[in-house]
């Protein structure tokens, strides 16, 4: 029976954790030790670190009072609520949508929030107990929560504009999986068969997932879309639509406000290679200094970017920041103005200072030459340290952050 719908007492379990929101855990724990309670002490605290733990990945649903999670491994599994919205931008609106693996439900409730029809099936009964709940609590017309194995559920049912799917990326073991016929459901096996009943098809992977593999694993990917939240590369998402051939990838940097930043690139640009290498004379006071995000370091792509920005110039070859003499402030990443390259004198008179200290292919790291130099964390001067130019010579910047309209 589900913790979540049959637990008479659920106004008292809100009270305990309102109450209880800033209290140690293992203290309270103690505190209730053998105590009888009306309602399950472990649901009560598991509520209390669930929002903890997705204060702020989950900010718009963890305001509500009633909302709750089936378990704890649901508050860490699911979708940050800025992904989730961008799901729900790529699907659209007025379609009807299967979430085969539904969870914690943010990526259903989040397409439901855009007037779809949304399907969302899950095995797991506390789930689906949960999400019905939680719908309720928000307020969210037009989700359908199914206790049923999506797999034997999409065998029978209709025909849908959409299908998402968020495999499980943990074997038998539980130890991580990167192939998607490694994953649960799997996803190679069941394409045929989604592709039978949904003209477009999203399948979340993991950020780690190699775009060369994705594509050679699903041949009839027809998109790929890199997201990243405030810096962070959180998954690798793949579109098929039926007819569409391969083309390109999507990268896309999210924050509160939304899209921060957003870059394709298409097949072509991606099997660009040619880059020009930096000089150590390209290096001066008022050049500009560009670090990728998340979601373009992991292209490995210098040879489209240079093709992009025109007069960038890959550091070296084996580290991957950018140099130019004219600023590119829509760059996809952190864009800095060099504001010296200081010499032995010039790095002891910033002793004591505050700076952001960045190794990047360096042969000392961060700790070992913020210590060196004497500088303190923080600010917004950053102290750059890489390898350059064709013979990876050793360099230092002291740089500052461009101020943008947009954000990293």
Do not use: W
Not at 172 to 189: L, Q
Not at 298 to 322: D, E, Q
Not at 383 to 400: E, G, H, M, V
Request: hydrophobic share 40%.
């Amino acid at each position: 029976m589900s913790l979540v719908t049959d637990n008479s007492d659920i106004e008292m379990i809100y009270g305990f954790i309102e109450e209880n929101a800033r209290e140690d855990i293992n203290k309270l724990l103690l505190r209730y030790h053998g105590k009888t309670l009306p309602y399950s002490l472990d649901f009560a605290v598991d509520q209390i670190v669930a929002r903890r733990k997705t204060y702020s990945k989950l900010p718009s649903f963890v305001c509500f009072r009633k909302f709750l999670f089936p378990d704890l491994i649901s508050s860490e599994q699911a979708s940050d609520e800025r992904v989730a919205e961008y799901h729900a931008a790529l699907a659209g609106s007025g379609k009807k949508i299967l979430d085969m693996t539904a969870g914690l439900g943010i990526d259903a409730m989040s397409m439901a929030m855009r007037g779809n029809d949304v399907t969302a099936c899950d095995i797991d009964p506390n789930k689906i107990d949960a999400l019905h709940h939680n719908a309720e609590v928000l307020d969210i017309q037009g989700i359908h929560p199914y206790c049923r194995d999506s797999i034997d559920f999409i065998r029978s049912a209709g025909k849908f504009d959409m299908i998402f799917i968020d495999p499980a990326r943990r074997d038998a073991s539980s130890r991580r999986t990167y192939s998607f016929s490694d994953c649960t459901p799997d996803v190679i096996e069941l394409l045929s068969l989604m592709r039978e009943k949904a003209d477009r098809i999203l399948i979340k992977s993991s950020p780690l997932l190699d775009i060369t593999q994705i594509l050679k694993e699903i041949e009839c990917t027809s998109f790929i879309h890199i997201v990243c939240a405030k810096g962070e590369c959180k998954e690798v998402l793949v579109e098929i639509s039926r007819n569409e051939k391969f083309g390109g990838v999507r990268i896309v940097d999210l924050d509160d406000a939304g899209i921060a930043s957003d870059i394709s690139f298409s097949y072509n640009e991606l099997k660009m290679t040619g880059t020009g290498i930096a000089k150590l004379s390209d290096f001066s006071s008022g050049c500009y200094l560009y670090e990728p995000n998340a979601g373009v370091m992991k292209l490995k792509i210098p040879g489209a970017l240079c093709m992009r920005f025109p007069g960038i110039k890959h550091v070296s070859h084996n580290t991957s920041l950018y140099v130019s003499e004219c600023l590119y402030d829509d760059f996809p990443g952190r864009v800095l103005r060099i504001d010296s390259i200081p010499d032995k004198r010039e790095l002891k008179a910033i002793k004591g200072q505050k700076y952001n200290v960045v190794t990047r292919n360096y042969p000392v790291d961060v700790c070992v030459l913020r210590k060196k130099i004497g500088v303190k964390e923080g600010d917004d001067k950053f102290l750059y340290a890489f390898r350059a130019a064709i013979d990876n010579r050793p360099l230092i910047c002291l740089a500052s952050k461009v101020k943008r309209v947009t954000t990293e």
